[in-house]
């Protein structure tokens, strides 16, 4: 099983690399009105420019997959500050999509956790809607609206989960066919387990982002060994191999917080498990210590008896 490997936004090991700059509203609030703009676009651009220059150092160590960060554009989406990120940020986007298609990078995004569609209130939905396409929007300026995937969670249960899931398959109506081509839905550590979130993937035709961690945190009745074979069918035809998350627990009593680095002896029954389900894995880690995090666990994996590492970013198990 060839294995590809990728961590989340910034880049520990370049200075001041941060893709995730940003601004308060409070702060934009006490800006004259075309201070407001200057700022914004500032901070946009050397979003921008990291992310660039964050792709140049996977390509450097050849690490195929990589997270865009959610908040390249502050305030993109709050309902008082209506600006066109779009408008002056055009080289910067096609710099990026050009990057990631010459060197075949997989990317994605993850808006936050109130991106969702369980909710009772229809403004969460509305804003849910609002939130996907920003970030649908960004990636179609980089043009990788076609093959990058927008991550969010379920939701929800507000007290009961038979009617939040209800609400979810009508209000999921309101998201474009276009951006929820894009999507994937990944099991949480508290709410929906793997098995109610697979069932969600299968009824709407999306495919699945499988947290490991979170399984184990939030575990189900139905044995995972059962349940990774249509993990992985909701893969098909999306050209992509099937993609996991990994993370390790902080420690045990704060086991649903992310450690700082990635137990090997943690995440290897779970590899051992799929091995024989698919020749093909893609695998984002979810480490405090991010691409630090990603070198340690490709040093250890490289170590393991019967692997191989035929790349940078890559291992065969």
Request: net charge negative; charged share 25%.
């Amino acid at each position: 099983m060839l294995v590809s490997f990728g961590y989340v936004s910034t880049a520990l090991a370049l200075h001041d690399a941060s893709p995730s700059k940003t601004m308060t509203f409070a702060t934009w609030s006490k800006l004259e009105e075309e201070e407001r703009a200057e700022r914004l676009l500032t901070i946009t651009k050397t979003n921008l420019r990291n992310t660039l220059r964050t792709l140049h150092y996977n390509i450097a160590h050849q690490f195929p997959l990589y997270r865009m960060s959610s908040s390249i554009v502050p305030l993109a989406t709050h309902q008082d500050v209506k600006w066109d990120y779009l408008k002056d940020t055009k080289e910067e986007c096609e710099q990026i999509g050009a990057l990631v298609k010459a060197h075949g990078l997989r990317v994605s995004m993850h808006p936050n956790q109130f991106t969702l569609f369980t909710s009772p209130k229809p403004h969460i939905t509305t804003n849910a809607v609002k939130d996907m396409e920003y970030h649908f929007a960004l990636l179609q300026a980089m043009g990788l609206d076609q093959q990058a995937r927008i991550n969010i969670h379920v939701g929800g249960a507000y007290g009961d989960k038979a009617s939040s899931l209800a609400r979810f398959y009508e209000n999921i109506k309101q998201l474009p066919d276009t951006i929820k081509a894009a999507m994937t839905l990944e099991n949480d550590d508290k709410t929906y387990t793997t098995e109610e979130t697979l069932e969600v993937c299968e009824t709407i035709g999306v495919p699945m982002m499988f947290d490991y961690h979170h399984h184990l945190a939030n575990p189900c009745e139905t044995p995972l060994e059962e349940l990774l074979p249509r993990f992985i069918k909701t893969w098909e035809g999306t050209g992509r191999p099937p993609k996991v998350h990994l993370s390790s627990p902080k420690d045990e009593k704060a086991y649903r917080s992310h450690h700082d680095f990635v137990s090997l002896d943690y995440v290897m029954p779970f590899f051992k498990m799929i091995k024989p389900m698919t020749d093909e894995l893609d695998v984002m880690i979810e480490a405090k210590q991010k691409d630090l995090a990603l070198i340690q666990l490709l040093r250890d994996l490289e170590k393991t008896r019967g692997t191989k590492r035929p790349t940078g970013g890559t291992i065969l198990l």
